[in-house]
């Protein structure tokens, strides 16, 4: 680009140069001759003049008074009646201008001048036009050197900016550089980096949750499998194996909720729906894991709690604090489901000691993690909750529990 811009300017510049100084140089070139021609004519005449002053005053006419009317290296000759000549200068070869001028005596003035002069000249005003032109192109470059490194240096910048983009450093920002076109560009980068960064942000939560997530539907889904290869009762088999495909229909909508919950694509996605079902559904799949842990699971659901929420939303946040009370709790998990009044509200809670004071929003962190955790779900399950309007935090009374609050809705008649 700079090299294009500077070529083209010089061109451009040159150009005009040529169309405006060849006519330039020729006028010019004409007026230095006529100059010459009138030059000429002046010396002619102021030496007639003095000539026809010396005559009537019976004096004598001499080459040192011609002199005097003669600019260097110009002849001046003056032939009088009587065929004499008196000249000042010496004579001049080649070619020659001429300038004519008669006396009052019927005498005669030659001046004379070689051509060699008017040449000299001539060229003279040909190499300064021809200066002031080569000047104006070598100004018109480096003007244009400076103003294709103005526009070059933030295109360049904004092409490194693209190429650390596209090597995955979605921080950088091309910046602002005083050129309105140029900054649009930069703009437009910059809101790309911005969205192209949610984009993978989003996409990578999406993976790690999904591998924090499909953990328990798989866990489910292999007990029953292996529940239903050690039993013997063929309507036994039946029942887990059609369990197994409950758990993996359940497994497939946890892949499609998180999908669409990376993607930003939930909206309008809420329904009206009954907690306690919910907490009933859930507990029925979580009873085999917890019981080969030697603990218990209690679902105590108040009848008719209906709330406004995504369904994805609530099962799989129920999953991860189900999962949390088994790895880090102690002695039985309740699931309580209650009308809050203002709220529904579902708790899961257990005989554990419960969170420090300091920890008690630090849980909720991305990367916070207890005992040798991911530290993924519960700041999962919290964005999922406030997805759907409503909040998850830990009881107020420092109790081993945790309390979902979602809207509250009218059941269906």
Do not use: C, Y
Request: glycine share 10%; net charge positive; hydrophobic share 45%.
């Amino acid at each position: 680009m700079r090299r294009r811009l500077i070529l083209s300017t010089a061109l451009i510049s040159l150009a005009a140069v040529i169309v405006l100084g060849v006519p330039l140089a020729l006028v010019e070139a004409a007026r230095v001759r006529q100059d010459t021609t009138s030059r000429l004519e002046r010396e002619a005449d102021a030496a007639a003049g003095a000539v026809d002053d010396l005559l009537e005053a019976n004096r004598a006419v001499s080459p040192a008074l011609l002199a005097r009317f003669a600019r260097a290296p110009h002849r001046i000759a003056v032939t009088t009646v009587g065929g004499r000549t008196i000249a000042t200068g010496p004579p001049l070869t080649g070619s020659v201008l001429r300038a004519h001028a008669g006396t009052a005596l019927r005498g005669s003035v030659l001046a004379e001048a070689s051509t060699r002069e008017l040449n000299d000249r001539i060229r003279r005003v040909w190499l300064l036009i021809a200066g002031l032109g080569a000047g104006g192109v070598v100004t018109a470059t480096g003007l244009a050197a400076l103003q294709a490194r103005r526009l070059a240096r933030p295109l360049e910048a904004i092409a490194r900016r693209s190429a650390q983009l596209g090597d995955g450093d979605f921080s950088v920002r091309a910046g602002h550089f005083g050129v309105p076109e140029i900054d649009a560009i930069a703009q437009g980068l910059d809101s790309s980096a911005g969205r192209i960064a949610k984009l993978v942000a989003r996409e990578r939560e999406f993976s790690a949750n999904v591998s924090h997530q499909l953990r328990t539907p798989l866990t489910a889904l292999r007990l029953r499998i292996e529940e239903a290869g050690h039993g013997e009762d063929a309507e036994a088999r039946a029942r887990e194996l059609e369990a197994a495909l409950v758990e993996a229909d359940r497994l497939e909508a946890t892949i499609a909720d998180l999908l669409a919950h990376a993607r930003q694509a939930r909206n309008g996605g809420r329904i009206v729906m009954n907690l306690g079902a919910v907490a009933h559904e859930h507990a029925g799949t979580w009873r085999p894991v917890f019981a080969r842990a030697g603990r218990a699971l209690e679902v105590v659901a108040a009848k008719n709690v209906v709330a406004n929420a995504s369904r994805g939303t609530v099962g799989q946040v129920l999953d991860v604090l189900l999962e949390n009370a088994l790895q880090h709790g102690r002695g039985t998990v309740r699931i309580t489901v209650a009308d809050g009044g203002r709220a529904a509200t579902m708790t899961v809670s257990d005989g554990g000691p419960g969170v420090a004071e300091p920890d008690r929003e630090r849980i909720f962190e991305r990367g916070a993690s207890r005992a040798g955790g991911t530290g993924i779900g519960l700041h999962l399950a919290r964005t999922l909750v406030e997805g759907d309007g409503g909040a998850l935090h830990l009881a107020r009374d420092g109790s081993a529990a945790f309390e979902l609050r979602l809207p509250l809705s009218e059941p269906a008649r």
